[in-house]
């Protein structure tokens, strides 16, 4: 088989890494998935599984090939273990390595210091191998990053994408924008956008950054040729994503669990855009040297909104939706200036799927048909910052 | 013995940590050292053992009290282990903690993977033991940081201390001065100060940053008192910084070496400096929830100016002196705008100790007294970027 691209996933068995490797996998690109499994041991850790029980990356590998015909090479292992992953750089020697081989939840990096520790050390030793083995191995591989948009934090100016021209004292300079984060997990985000930058000028290696906000949806195109290749998907505080954890709440019957006022903004995508956006990325790499930054959102919503969006539909659909306003366990912003810039990915040629009632409906129908697995005292336990 | 304040320095054992325990202690402080010994082993594993064979910390420790009657407390033990460190914090209760345990060296963090890693995992997890010790036993406690004046880089607009207000499409907001720097090891310090810039905002902790530039001189006040109280002094490239290294260079007849063409410009600071800021910093400690950051350097030079200097004061004692351009390891701007402002720690009372003839003929003096033990193949390997 004639392959375009050889795309190496790290992280490829998580909400977004294994619905990618299907994505590139139908569109005639070699996909390698490497996975260590720490998101299900940690969900069984933290009595917080997915409401959909899938198969493991070996099995969720066949089922696609029995389906397609389609090919994708599992290795089960750490990132963090270098001679590991260098030895998968070596066999493959891949065109483009997308990292999402991180500790995700920002509750989980505030529980204790040894979780916190583990965010750390995790998210940034796996960086750090990543640009080695690109350089050891194969310096003109190209690696896409998922960052967030909750590195910037909510500051009172304009978000750019990335990069800002700072006038001082009657001189210029050009500048990563100044990242403020609201959680050690996000900090640790911000941490791995510093050591990328600096071996991008240091050693000339080509990198996308995508600083991405809440993703939500459970269902990819590809996906929906069969069941059993379902994302994960969490309803929970820890893994949950707000949107989604709205709609279980909604269809359990469950209070919208909205902190404090409401008023926080972020920037929004679909899942299917969030494919869709690394997609492009790898099309269109960067130059070497260049360390290229896009602001990976399509819409900005309140909570506030997307909780009366959820009630509304819900509603429409026969549930009993409240809204509970509690105690924000979380240190941040309750209302704030919030306008980001999300141009670049859209140049690139990105169609967005925004957030419409029908979109919203497909979520709820999906749900509905696992509402036995949806374990009410999973939804929230307050973890503090 | 009534004691003023009860002082925790970390990383007690090294080039400042040693020089830190003794001033704090003569002037009426309970100090307890606490050091792993990293950089003693690391000096023995890479062949650049200091030009003065120093007692251990427990043997400085005895000898300090036998000197002066005070008694310094030493722990031996890893900051990065949390329930060591905890179990230090509980025993004492600091009022502040001097946080020097880190891996220091620059060109170590460039020398592998490995090295890398250490230097990653030792600097940010022990920021966050550190952080979360104060947090759980003692939140009052100041914690005074080492950071560098490397975290800025060399932008071409001038540098404040640590903040700048940035106004952008009509709006404003303050913010960390963006960072960008040179080397693995001088990334880790702009990530220890995310990790603690979210740690003040989120748990109201408060901590001093000093960003100080490179630091020379082989003696201070206390370590005057006896030989055997002096401070380490490397003058290999791994962990000598560069007057130091110049100084030995010229006594030993081996061409100085100036790293390219010579116009990187840095802030320098002496090591009694260093000492007086330090302690300036522990006696006037910021309030809870505030993240004070001050340049710590007294002035500036080229790295041609020390070389020149250098060579004027050593030929001036009859030394024949060479400076060699020799082609730069690192990737660095050999010519560049540099203007940082650094007049916070004045403000507190610090009166420098500018690099004056006398100065360097001091340490001309000391080095000779030493000169037996240097090693001309340990002055240069050219560990690259």
Chains 1, 2 share one sequence.
């Not at 996933?9 to 490497?34: N, Q």
């Not at 026969?318 to 509690?326: F, M």
């Amino acid at each position: 088989m004639v392959y375009k691209m050889r795309v190496l996933i790290l992280g490829a068995d998580g909400y977004l890494g294994w619905p990618t490797c299907m994505y590139f996998s139908k569109r005639g690109h070699e996909v390698i998935g490497v996975d260590n499994y720490f998101r299900r041991m940690a969900c069984i850790e933290l009595n917080c599984e997915p409401l959909i029980n899938n198969p493991n990356l070996v099995e969720r590998a066949g089922i696609w090939e029995e389906v397609t015909g389609r090919k994708i090479h599992v290795h089960i292992g750490d990132v963090t273990d270098y001679q590991f992953l260098k030895s998968v750089f070596e066999e493959y020697k891949p065109d483009a390595v997308i990292h999402y081989a991180e500790q995700p939840s920002a509750p989980y990096s505030m529980i204790d210091r040894d979780k916190a520790a583990i965010t750390i050390t995790n998210n940034l030793i796996s960086t750090l191998n990543v640009a080695y083995a690109v350089k050891e191995v194969n310096p003109s591989c190209h690696i896409i990053k998922i960052g967030t948009m909750g590195e910037y934090g909510t500051p009172n100016i304009d978000i750019p994408e990335g990069w800002i021209e700072i006038e001082y004292n009657g001189r210029k300079d050009k500048f990563l924008f100044s990242r403020q984060a609201s959680s050690l997990y996000h900090t640790t985000k911000i941490q791995d956008t510093d050591l990328l930058w600096f071996y991008v000028r240091t050693w000339g290696i080509r990198v996308t950054d995508l600083m991405q906000g809440p993703v939500y949806g459970i269902s990819t195109e590809e996906a929906d040729i069969d069941g059993r290749l379902m994302p994960n998907f969490n309803y929970d505080e820890i893994f949950g994503t707000v949107l989604n954890r709205l709609v279980v709440q909604a269809v359990a019957g469950y209070p919208l669990t909205v902190y404090g006022r409401g008023g926080q903004t972020r920037g929004y995508i679909n899942i299917r855009d969030t494919l869709a956006c690394v997609y492009l990325a790898a099309e269109n790499p960067p130059k070497e040297g260049e360390l290229r930054i896009f602001n990976q959102i399509t819409e900005t919503f309140t909570v506030n909104e997307l909780a009366k969006r959820v009630k509304k539909v819900g509603e429409k659909l026969g549930y009993d939706v409240k809204i509970n306003h509690i105690e924000n366990p979380r240190k941040e912003a309750e209302e704030h200036y919030y306008n980001p810039k999300y141009t670049g990915l859209i140049e690139l040629g990105l169609n967005p799927h925004h957030l419409t009632e029908e979109i919203l409906i497909g979520m709820f129908k999906i749900v509905e048909k696992y509402k036995e697995n949806i374990h009410p005292h999973k939804i929230f336990r307050g973890i503090k910052w």
